[in-house]
């Protein structure tokens, strides 16, 4: 059920709502490449501070089964903060980005958590079949409150609502309130398995100690060493198309609604193919599955170079939404196959600051591209090497076969 409750803010806020808002709303009076800018630098601070800590949180978990703890803690942060963006006024472009950045550190340390429990709620040979049912879960239930949201937008009047202004306020305020009532049934239903290694004094230096050693070890996990390269650059690309989206249309004069309709259209389709994506990497494995998916991921950015109407883009994040969620749940899934046993959570820690140098990866080349040229369609250009890069890496890591 986290999937489905964290979902909301990957899906609503971080695609959709904060991307739109800040550039009609909050900065209303500013261009279009001081917004993306703005968007890729606050994304950039919050991948820093989780990269930083990630692998700390992870250690520190282990060592006292504190990961369900840790995990309210941060999306409690997340939760609150996300409403708080509803109350903030026109022109407030900077409360605004504080106010996301704690938000955004809020969501991505809690999937640290989040992740880590994966092994223990399944067995190996189920873990791409429930990492990606999570993951399509997750679109479900953001695509039902992304429709509501795209209501709310159309006809404010039937919520009791006065402006469109207010409409957007209360989705933020919404995603809130679900994120934390569906974090709920983790918190009391999950069971946690407590690491072997024992809590003691001095928790916090031994964390680092242990972070250091955890360091020098991942060199010796060759394929896990290999996986983190090749997953560093193809989720970079993945997730910069996912925040930079709705900019990209914004960008081309497509309309805030058709936009929030695509998005919320994209989400449906995503309900069922990750489902389906589950099923074919139990028979296939997780690694075609990948490749699949990034084969689709180049493709659209070519055919997102040429296309010029609104149809072309629904199309287009249909088919993105096909496979968006299946490179994600299939990664995590053999990310934790290929890690050793006892320490999840430090290194899932390692697994999601790869992930957020990867976000910072992505909006600094679109940062660039911005400043050298006002067409948007060369960000899609700059994407692809990583796309091709994470492939060619991803051969490289060699999977035991798991038993069904």
């Given at each position: 059920m986290y999937d489905w409750a964290n979902s909301a803010f990957a899906l609503s806020v971080l695609a959709v709502l904060f991307p739109l808002v800040l550039r009609n709303h909050w900065s209303a009076a500013d261009s279009a490449v001081q917004v993306t800018s703005r968007l890729a630098w606050i994304t950039f601070a919050a991948s820093v501070v989780v990269c930083v800590t990630a692998p700390l949180f992870g250690t520190i978990a282990d060592a006292g089964g504190y990961r369900k703890k840790f995990l309210f803690v941060l999306a409690t942060l997340g939760a609150v903060m996300t409403a708080a963006l509803g109350f903030v006024e026109a022109g407030q472009w900077q409360l605004a980005l504080g106010v996301y950045l704690l938000a955004s550190i809020g969501y991505y340390s809690s999937t640290v958590f989040y992740d880590s429990l994966l092994i223990d709620v399944t067995e190996p040979r189920y873990y791409s079949f429930v990492s990606t049912l999570g993951f399509s879960f997750g679109y479900l239930g953001g695509a039902l409150l992304l429709a509501l949201h795209l209501w709310m937008v159309k006809s404010p009047s039937t919520f009791g609502l006065e402006s469109v202004t207010d409409a957007f306020n209360w989705a933020f305020i919404s995603v809130g309130a679900w994120w934390l009532v569906f974090l709920l049934p983790l918190l009391f239903l999950v069971s946690e398995r407590h690491s072997p290694i024992e809590v003691r004094s001095g928790a916090i230096r031994a964390a680092y100690d242990e972070l250091k050693s955890t360091l020098r070890e991942v060199g010796k996990y060759r394929n896990v060493s290999i996986f983190l390269a090749a997953y560093w650059l193809y989720i970079g690309g993945v997730f910069t198309i996912i925040v930079m989206a709705v900019d990209y249309g914004k960008r081309l004069g497509f309309a805030d609604q058709d936009l929030v309709f695509a998005l919320l259209v994209t989400n449906l389709a995503g309900f069922p193919a990750t489902i389906l994506y589950?099923?074919?990497?139990?028979?296939?494995?997780?690694?075609?599955?990948?490749?699949?998916?990034?084969?689709?991921?180049?493709?659209?950015?070519?055919?997102?170079?040429?296309?010029?109407?609104?149809?072309?883009?629904?199309?287009?994040?249909?088919?993105?939404?096909?496979?968006?969620?299946?490179?994600?749940?299939?990664?995590?899934?053999?990310?934790?196959?290929?890690?050793?046993?006892?320490?999840?959570?430090?290194?899932?820690?390692?697994?999601?600051?790869?992930?957020?140098?990867?976000?910072?990866?992505?909006?600094?080349?679109?940062?660039?591209?911005?400043?050298?040229?006002?067409?948007?369609?060369?960000?899609?250009?700059?994407?692809?090497?990583?796309f091709f890069c994470g492939a060619f890496l991803l051969t490289l890591v060699r999977v035991k076969p798991v038993s069904v």
């Open positions: 589950g099923f074919a990497a139990q028979r296939f494995g997780p690694k075609a599955g990948i490749y699949f998916a990034l084969a689709i991921y180049v493709g659209a950015c070519f055919w997102g170079m040429v296309m010029t109407t609104f149809n072309e883009f629904m199309v287009m994040a249909i088919i993105i939404g096909c496979v968006q969620g299946g490179v994600q749940g299939l990664s995590r899934s053999l990310y934790a196959s290929l890690i050793p046993p006892g320490q999840p959570g430090e290194f899932f820690g390692f697994y999601n600051m790869m992930t957020k140098f990867a976000h910072v990866l992505g909006p600094a080349m679109v940062g660039i591209v911005t400043m050298l040229s006002d067409n948007p369609k060369w960000v899609l250009l700059v994407l692809m090497p990583l």
